[in-house]
């Protein structure tokens, strides 16, 4: 275990890892670039925008302190919505959140949606430069002597322990890995944010006073009773579990590993990845088969295809993600599914059988069996649960693949417990975890402080 109070983590990640070779899709924007863009703003009452941020920034509000040159307290605005913002200014699916809901989209289309995520990057890029972010959360209150574990470093936790810290309770997190940040850290799109963005916020976090103790799996070296005897609350943020398997006869050749696992070695190790792959499969469907199939075209692999057991009318990635996916070059095979992966010792080919609806049941279509070539296959086939990790608390209830949770509260069927982020909504969004997050640390300090 390794406890941590002053915080250095960026240091700690190799150089030569393979997300840095990414062109960063979120440039940011100038002063004047930025002023510009936020005099466009119409300042919306009831800004639709606002309404569609899980974490309900006050979105017009930032703009026009950006278009009066007042960033810090653009930042400031921003910040007292939400902690990780500068995570969610560069990760958040914006098109289908407050940009999606931007009034400009239902005009006479001469001018796109306002870009508020490239603004609020903006706000935020110049709070951290100017080392302003702590500052602008204003004071922490006095020591109410109440202790918190929270069990995993992603932005759930984080956003639970920021807001627990600034209200006077003391914060211990325990992650299982090395690095805090839970995805945002080993699982976002390079292109999208590097791993030491994601750091960066979670060392913010870290330097309001919450103590971080890394290496540490709850349920392996520390037991669920013992935190509960020990600490006053506890917060569940552990999200999914590891990447899922279809059970197929071959899967367990080297070259098959799960998404999530390769996402992470691009983004957080140094090792020399993909050498002599010429032919990639990705098995799914989701946003998470279309990140990995685009970071694989993107370290070269010249030939990379997605293979869904559906049509492209049920897959389950974004819209915007499918055509980023063929704008760099991946090749979508529909209506397939593996059915035996082939090689000795390595895989070196995938057989595929067809795929079709029967009285709304999908089935193989007989005789359509083929093989592709390939040394590399990601299963992008979903992720475990940590049912039993979650369960091990007593009265904690798990249905339908998430912790049972009071939607306003967080709260479970333990008095002492509470849940946010993936682990309690099925898996979602970065902003998600962080209302959910904040949400819980506000109903823990009700039931701590009696207010
Ligand atoms: C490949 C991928 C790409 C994504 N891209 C985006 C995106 O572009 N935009 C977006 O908004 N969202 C994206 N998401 C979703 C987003 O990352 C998650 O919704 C978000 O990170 C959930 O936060 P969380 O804190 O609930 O869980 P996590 O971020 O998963 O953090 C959970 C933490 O708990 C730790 N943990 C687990 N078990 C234990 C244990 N027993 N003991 C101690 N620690 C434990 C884990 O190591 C981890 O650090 C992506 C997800 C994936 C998988
Ligand atoms: S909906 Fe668009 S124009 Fe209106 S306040 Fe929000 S960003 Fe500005």
Same mark, same amino acid.
């Given at each position: ?7 250095? *983590? ?27 863009? /936020? ?22 509000? *930032? ?9 810090? /307290? +653009? +930042? ?14 560069? &990760? ?29 990057? *903006? ?16 004071? =922490? ?23 627990? @810290? ?14 805090? $940040? $839970?995805? %945002? ?19 913010? !976090? ?20 013992? #935190? ?9 943020? &552990? $999200? ?46 989701? %946003? ?43 090749? *979508?095979?529909?209506?397939? !599914?593996?059915?035996?992966? %082939? ?6 080919? #995938? ?13 193989? !279509? ?18 475990? @649960?940590? =049912? ?7 009265? !904690? ?12 509260? $967080? ?5 002492? &417990?509470? +849940? ?19 949400? /819980? ?9 009696? +207010?």
């Amino acid at each position: 275990m390794h406890v941590t109070t002053t915080i250095s *983590f960026q240091s700690q990640l190799p150089g030569d890892r393979p997300e840095v070779r990414f062109k960063d899709h979120h440039p940011s924007l100038t002063e004047r670039e930025a002023v510009l863009e /936020a005099r466009r703003c119409l300042y919306c009452f009831d800004a639709p925008c606002q309404q569609a941020c899980p974490t309900s920034i006050d979105i017009a509000s *930032f703009i026009r302190k950006i278009s009066t040159g007042n960033t810090l /307290a +653009a +930042a400031r605005t921003i910040l007292s919505a939400n902690i990780n913002a500068l995570s969610c200014a560069r &990760v958040c699916p914006t098109q289908v959140l407050c940009e999606g809901a931007c009034v400009y989209n239902h005009r006479d289309g001469s001018q796109p949606p306002i870009h508020i995520g490239r603004l609020q990057q *903006f706000a935020m890029e110049a709070a951290y430069a100017k080392n302003a972010v702590a500052s602008l959360l204003g004071d =922490k209150r006095a020591s109410t002597g109440k202790k918190i574990a929270l069990l995993g470093a992603g932005p759930a936790s984080l956003a639970c322990a920021a807001e627990l @810290t600034l209200r006077g309770h003391q914060c211990v997190i325990l992650e299982q890995r090395a690095l805090p $940040g $839970g995805l %945002n850290t080993n699982g976002v799109a390079p292109y999208k944010m590097k791993a030491d963005v994601g750091l960066l916020e979670a060392e913010m !976090v870290l330097g309001l006073g919450v103590e971080l103790r890394t290496g540490v799996t709850v349920g392996k070296d520390v037991k669920p009773e013992d #935190l509960l005897a020990e600490y006053d609350a506890v917060f569940l943020g &552990v $999200g999914l579990g590891p990447d899922g398997r279809l059970a197929v006869p071959g899967e367990e050749l080297a070259g098959i590993i799960g998404a999530v696992e390769l996402i992470d070695q691009v983004k957080t190790r140094g090792q020399p990845l993909f050498e002599g792959v010429a032919h990639a499969v990705v098995v799914g469907g989701g %946003n998470t088969a279309i990140d990995v199939a685009r970071e694989l075209r993107g370290l070269g692999v010249p030939e990379v295809t997605m293979v869904y057991r559906r049509g492209p009318e049920h897959m389950s990635a974004y819209a915007h993600e499918q055509d980023g996916a063929r704008h760099d070059g991946v090749r *979508f095979l529909h209506w397939h !599914v593996p059915v035996r992966f %082939n090689g000795e010792g390595k895989v070196s080919s #995938l057989t595929l059988a067809r795929t079709r609806l029967e009285d709304g049941r999908l089935r193989n !279509v007989p005789g359509s069996e083929a093989d592709v070539p390939c040394e590399l296959v990601a299963m992008a086939v979903g992720q475990g @649960t940590l =049912k039993d990790l979650c369960t091990a608390f007593a009265g !904690v209830d798990f249905r339908d693949g998430h912790v049972v949770v009071d939607p306003d509260t $967080g709260a479970t069927g333990n008095a002492k &417990v509470f +849940a946010g982020g993936d682990v309690a909504n099925g898996g979602k969004e970065v902003v998600n975890a962080t209302a959910e997050g904040k949400r /819980a640390a506000l109903a823990m300090d009700r039931m701590l402080t009696g +207010a």
